[in-house]
């Protein structure tokens, strides 16, 4: 069964003085188990789909399934139980809470997931054991971001979304996040979606969703994934 | 983790926290220990009464037969009568202080069931007939009196004494006063003596087997006017001069009025205190929120509902509200007991200490926690409706336009870049600018209005006794006298040189359903010792027909110049229930609430011929008569002139007593250093509470800024140059709230003025140019003082960190 089905997904909204067509009609299906790479340039639409599909914002008309059931039509309540139990969120800039510790931001989404994972073997999983005392501001960019993953698969979600998660890395840092996104995806069976402008990232993934203007140029899939030690960019 | 999050947001903001902590403490310490304090009173007040049997009605007679005083008891609605007899004498002391008297109140020995019983507080049972008193408690430790003292006393126009046996207090003097212009007990020159009957008429042998006062208590049900219909006519062939109920005795008016006064500041205060910090903390959570939009879109994104996001912003705000409302709650259960002491120095009621109350402790958490939940529930409701993608999305930025100002050349000109970014972030950061002018505003009116209560005490007692009452002292009169005599023989003595009748009568003055008992003062036409003024302090000219009322008087009259009143009083000769008096004037009156008449007027509606009940005198300055005291001092030759007419007069029945208006004058100076220290203790709050305003707002707008001022930095402005964006903005601000602070100012003196006014004394409602002065110093240097601490900030930003962050 597909985990996510998207069929004529828009959105449009406003920003300021002006109204922007994020999304003119997108149809896309998500499995388990599997990396995908939504890849366009800026202003393609990739991170307000990647928001429609995590559940952080409705669409402007479509539908969209979990499973089979309806998040389309799915109030403010019904989508706070998607996000809490089902998906995971890692982003470009970390977003963690300043002031709580790298344990206290994993523990954040511990305490709110039905079925969590051990907060110090994710911390070990992705290398932060002795770091786990420090505050993000005390932490390199690549060590926050490896704290946000951890925080993102603390909740043991089904689908785990990341908005350009190497964006602010240098390429080594980079690819260490990707080797950890593409470990998830293989050990726990879970589904990976990684939007990026990266072409080159993209040769890492399943699948590679092409986003042009709010809507899919195309979907291709790649029989022989790179491991994410040989990407480069 | 959440609560984690929230005492470290709380820590890292703990200035601007702790500004409104205090002035929730602020707020809850005055509700806790007013209401303590006016529990405590009431609760006395109420047992007092109760077990001292404490009467429902008064009357004051010439003269009636004691064995006629039984009889009464039969007039329907009456329930207990007492006959009493009530003599003022002078005291004698060693020190030989003349001006010092005893009110002396029979007791009905026989009668365990007496009215207006005194509390024996030390001594023992009076005998009857013999010559020993209970004193007052108050005057018994200011003299320094001891059981077995021999006080010695003009009564019946012969020295006589009297063993003191006792000291007690009385429902009746709670707060005694000897006339009605006086505001506060005097216990140096005035107190109550409680002795036999039968003793009594041994001093005053005229009136041996009658009294001159009853009290008397009511049926259950019955009304008190109903009563008076009955009693009057009963009481006039003996020559009923007052008749009037429990609400009017002076004691018992003045002590409730006080109970009243404190359960209204209670609340009206602490309202005041927590009202200004509820906004500061919207303000603050308001823009806490809008700081932290994207870790709300992330809490979000990880599922966090909008119930959980919403109770963790919640808790920022009840938090402070109760950690304010449990540590104000106990200072102010501490403060209770020395505010009630206090109340004691002025009020002669049993000792009742509530001690810890529980009721009040956890009332006063409720209060603040209700009105911080509905501050903090507005301050953070609109961020959490946004959608977590659109909560994590930078808000949009605000348009990039010139404001008008600036398209004016000249203008344009004189600013520098700084000055240009300063004046367009405060066009277009409108909410910003607007919570800046309230605070300061807020902090200017605040200031403003506690500064005016030192002027209250000069306009209170000294505008009456340097502009309205300018004579050296006033012969008060036993009964109505003939005045021309009086004046007559007062001219006659040399240390008087000019010498003006008063008449003053208890009326009672009706408008429509409204009725009030008061003074009805006549004054000659033309006076030079009793100046009546206007609010600009002109002289008023009595009308030769009409009434002057005080602004007070005139309101709870419902009455403007030119109703109508209808006038009653038992000093009208002809029998008539009442007259008709057209109100022609309404003037301040700070202290009492009278009505005033041209003193011929009076006399001919009244038609009781020309009679005074006082002289106003003024004595020789520096004359020949002096002795020892030196020419050229004038207060001393006054005093010394004053002392002999006071002398001339101390065994005579016909004068109650002569009072010098220097002393009163000293005496009020005394009393008002005591309140002087509670009213710095206002202003030091008013001050407090505008630098925690001004100080919690500019810290909420550093923090926004963090990320604009680093940058200037990082091109290499100095901290000075970096902060004279914001202080730029602070000051324009500020010079616009001062001004708006002033109409604010007015308007909350007002409410001041309403609320503490009573019929004693009236709080003034203008501000003086010194309290609007002050207000504006004192803004202003708070601003200076928020503004170093802030510089400091500035000058210790992270810039590395500041400009990693993501805006």
């Known amino acids: 069964m597909a985990l996510i089905v998207a069929h004529n997904i828009k959105k449009h909204y406003r920003m300021g003085e002006v109204t922007v067509h994020a999304l003119r009609g997108v149809d896309f299906t998500l499995y388990d188990g599997e990396l995908v790479v939504v890849l366009g340039h800026s202003g393609s639409g990739k991170s307000t789909l990647v928001n429609i599909v995590g559940g952080m914002d409705q669409a402007s008309a479509g539908e969209l399934y979990f499973q089979e059931t309806p998040l389309h039509n799915a109030g403010e309540a019904g989508l706070t139980v998607y996000r809490r139990n089902e998906v995971g969120f890692i982003f470009q800039f970390y977003n963690l809470m300043p002031n709580l510790t790298a344990y206290e931001n994993v523990h954040l989404s511990v305490q709110i997931a039905a079925n969590p994972l051990d907060i110090d073997t994710l911390l070990d999983q992705v290398g932060l054991s002795d770091r786990k005392e420090h505050f993000p501001s005390q932490l390199s960019g690549g060590e926050q971001q490896r704290v946000a993953i951890a925080r993102a698969l603390a909740k043991n979600p089904r689908l785990l979304l990341c908005d350009e998660p190497t964006g602010s890395l240098d390429l080594p840092t980079g690819k260490q996040i990707l080797k950890l996104l593409r470990d998830f995806c293989s050990q726990y069976n879970k589904a990976v979606v990684v939007i990026t402008h990266n072409t080159n990232i993209s040769y890492m993934a399943d699948r590679v969703i092409y986003l042009k203007d709010g809507l899919v140029e195309g979907i291709k899939e790649n029989t022989e994934p790179l491991p994410p030690e040989k990407v480069s960019w | ?807």
């Open chain 2, 1 to 807: 983790m959440l609560w984690k999050k929230m005492f470290r947001d709380i820590w890292s903001n703990r200035g601007s926290y702790l500004a409104c902590l205090l002035l929730v403490v602020l707020g809850l310490m005055v509700f806790t220990s007013f209401s303590i304090a006016s529990d405590n009173l009431s609760l006395s007040q109420q047992d007092f009464y109760r077990e001292e049997n404490f009467a429902d009605g008064f009357a004051e007679l010439t003269a009636m037969p004691y064995r006629d005083v039984e009889a009464l008891a039969d007039i329907e609605g009456l329930d207990q009568v007492s006959g009493r007899v009530t003599r003022e004498v002078r005291v004698l002391r060693p020190e030989g202080d003349l001006g010092i008297y005893l009110e002396l109140v029979s007791l009905e020995l026989d009668d365990p069931e007496r009215l207006n019983d005194a509390r024996l507080l030390e001594g023992r049972e009076l005998k009857k007939g013999e010559s020993e008193v209970w004193i007052d408690n108050q005057f018994y430790n200011v003299h320094g009196l001891e059981i077995g003292y021999q006080l010695e006393v003009i009564a019946g126009e012969r020295a006589r004494e009297l063993t003191v046996e006792g000291h007690a207090m009385s429902p009746e003097f709670t707060y005694p006063l000897r006339t009605e212009a006086e505001i506060y007990p005097n216990p140096e020159q005035y107190g109550i003596a409680f002795v036999s009957r039968d003793t009594m008429w041994n001093l005053f042998p005229d009136l041996q087997g009658r009294v001159n006062d009853l009290a008397f208590t009511l049926e259950e049900g019955a009304e008190f006017e109903e009563v008076k219909d009955h009693l009057k006519p009963e009481l006039e062939p003996y020559g009923l001069i007052n008749l009037y109920p429990r609400e009017d005795q002076v004691s018992h008016l003045i002590l409730s009025e006080e109970v009243a006064q404190l359960q209204r500041m209670s609340s009206a205060l602490p309202l005041m205190f927590l009202s200004i910090a509820a906004l500061i903390l919207y303000i603050m959570l308001k823009r806490l929120v809008e700081q932290q939009r994207g870790q709300i879109g992330i809490l979000k994104a990880f599922g966090y509902s909008k119930k959980e996001i919403m109770i963790h912003y919640l808790a920022y705000a009840l938090t402070v509200g109760f950690t304010g409302g449990l540590l104000g709650g106990l200072i102010g259960i501490y403060l209770a007991n020395p505010l009630t002491w206090l109340l004691l120095e002025f009020f002669h009621v049993p000792e009742m200490y509530e001690g810890f109350s529980l009721y009040y402790l956890v009332l006063g958490v409720f209060i603040s926690l209700g009105i911080f939940l509905v501050a903090g529930y507005q301050g953070c409701k609109y961020a959490l409706r946004l959608k977590p993608a659109e909560a994590m999305r930078p808000p949009a930025p605000v348009s990039g336009r010139k404001t008008i100002l600036e398209k004016i050349w000249l203008f344009a000109e004189m600013l520098t870049i700084q000055g240009k970014m300063a004046v367009r972030n405060l066009a277009r950061n409108r909410s910003r600018t607007a919570f800046l002018f309230l605070g300061m505003t807020l902090s200017c009116a605040v200031v403003v209005v506690t500064w005016s209560l030192n002027d209250l005490v000069d306009k209170l007692v000294f505008h009456r006794f340097e502009e309205v009452e300018v004579y050296h002292a006033r012969v008060n009169l036993a009964e109505p006298l003939s005045r021309k005599k009086v004046e007559g023989e007062l001219l006659d003595h040399a240390e008087v040189i000019q010498a003006e009748s008063l008449a003053e009568v208890p009326v009672k003055l009706s408008h429509a359903w409204r009725e009030e008992n008061v003074m009805l003062l006549g004054i000659s036409q033309g006076s030079y010792m009793y100046i009546i003024r206007d609010a600009a302090g002109n002289r008023v000219e009595l009308p030769e027909q009409g009434i002057i009322l005080s602004e007070r008087l005139a309101d709870k009259l419902d009455v403007v110049p030119g109703s109508l009143l209808e006038l009653e009083s038992l000093y009208l000769r002809d029998n008539e229930d009442y007259l008709t008096v057209e109100v022609s004037r309404v003037v301040p009156q700070y202290l009492g609430m009278n009505a005033y008449m041209e003193l011929s007027a009076l006399e001919d509606i009244l038609n009781q011929g020309e009679f005074a009940t006082a002289v106003m005198v003024n004595v020789d300055q520096g004359g020949d008569n002096l002795g020892q005291a030196s020419k050229s001092n004038d207060n001393a030759a006054i005093d010394y002139n004053i002392a002999e007419l006071r002398e001339r007069y101390l065994e005579s029945d016909l004068v109650a007593g002569v009072d010098g208006t220097e002393e009163k004058i000293r005496e009020a100076r005394k009393l008002m250093e005591t309140f002087g220290s509670a009213i710095y203790l206002f202003v030091l709050v008013g001050v407090i509470t505008a630098f925690a305003i001004i100080y919690s707002s500019s810290f909420i707008i550093l923090s926004e800024r963090s990320r604009e001022l680093a940058s200037m930095k990082v091109l290499g402005m100095t901290s000075g140059e970096v902060f004279s964006v914001i202080t730029f903005e602070q000051w324009v601000i500020s010079f616009f709230a001062v001004l708006a602070g002033i109409p604010l100012a007015q308007m909350m003196m007002e409410a001041f003025s309403r609320e503490l006014s009573t019929d004693l004394y009236t709080v003034p409602a203008d501000l003086s140019t010194q309290a609007l002065l002050m207000g504006a110093a004192i803004t202003a240097v708070s601003i200076w003082i928020a503004q170093r601490f802030a510089l400091r900030k500035v000058r210790k930003l992270d810039l590395v960190q500041v400009l990693k962050t993501r805006e």
